[in-house]
């Protein structure tokens, strides 16, 4: 599984540098951690290589192939799924509709009617007992708790079955045993070799799921490498840690 190549890239907001001449590189198949203080530029790089911005300058490379923008399109054939800071749900819609509403967006087919139902079906059954919603499939999105909101989100990445998982922040917000549960999704997502970046601000979280850590400040590389060499590095704590 090859990994993702950031090569120069930029994306400046008004007077704000949010990605600045950014070159670093993801590896395949590992959990890597993406760190930094607030308004460090860590969505805005996942919102590049999702094609949600475009970047200014700069390349991404993914799978051997280089781009200077990603249009959904791209993003589907690449199997990429991400999951949101904000969260993306439909609040008017059930579980179960998210979940399938993730699998109609992000299908390579001309048309939904191609997709065998029965194995959709089978497809959201599964991720709705990995993720512990199954009681309440039948709920609207706006009537579950702020966990149960997170746990779905992950659930219309996980639904995807894709190569690469973007995750802006999973775990924030949640109680002790949710934690838990993401924990074993990202657990699972490595066991089967996936590529994953996770945005974490919480050191103890990150150190356990992330093979490697990359750093940003203001947009540009501090550090990276093993979390507890990074974690070391007297920058880093001095930017992000305060200390
Ligand atoms: N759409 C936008 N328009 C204007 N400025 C933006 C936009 N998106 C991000 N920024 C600015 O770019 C910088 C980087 O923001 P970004 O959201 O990428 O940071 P972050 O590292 O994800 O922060 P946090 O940890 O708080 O989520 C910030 O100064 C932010 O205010
Ligand atoms: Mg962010």
Redesign the pocket.
């Known amino acids: 599984m090859n990994g993702i190549k950031i090569n120069h890239l930029t994306k400046v907001?008004?007077g704000?540098r949010?990605v600045d001449d950014l070159s670093i590189s993801i590896a395949g198949g590992a959990a890597t951690g993406l760190i930094?203080?607030?308004?460090?530029?860590?969505?805005?790089?996942m919102?590049l290589i999702t094609g949600l911005l475009k970047p200014d300058c700069g390349t991404i490379e993914i799978d051997g192939e280089i781009f200077d923008n990603i249009n959904p399109q791209k993003l589907r054939d690449l199997r990429i799924a991400r999951t949101f800071?904000d969260g993306r749900l439909v609040d008017q819609l059930s579980v179960d509709d998210n979940l399938l509403l993730a699998i109609a967006e992000n299908d390579t087919r001309k048309s939904l009617l191609q997709i065998n139902t029965s194995s959709m079906q089978e497809r959201l059954d599964k991720t709705l007992k990995k993720i512990g919603l199954t009681a309440h499939r039948e709920k609207m999105a706006e009537d579950l708790s702020y966990g149960q909101r997170k746990l779905l989100e992950m659930g219309r990445a996980l639904i995807q079955d894709a190569d690469i998982y973007l995750l802006?922040?999973p775990f924030s917000g949640l109680f002790a045993r949710q934690i838990e549960n993401v924990l074993k999704l990202i657990t699972d997502l490595k066991k089967s070799e996936k590529t994953i970046v996770i945005?974490e601000?919480n050191m103890g979280l990150i150190k356990q799921v992330a093979d490697k850590l990359i750093v940003?400040d203001h947009?540009q590389l501090l550090a990276s490498g093993s979390p507890n060499v990074v974690l070391k590095n007297k920058s880093v704590q001095q930017a992000y840690l305060g200390v």
């Open positions: 907001f008004g704000v949010a930094g203080p607030n308004g460090s530029g860590k969505t805005t790089l919102n800071q802006d922040e945005i601000h940003l947009g």
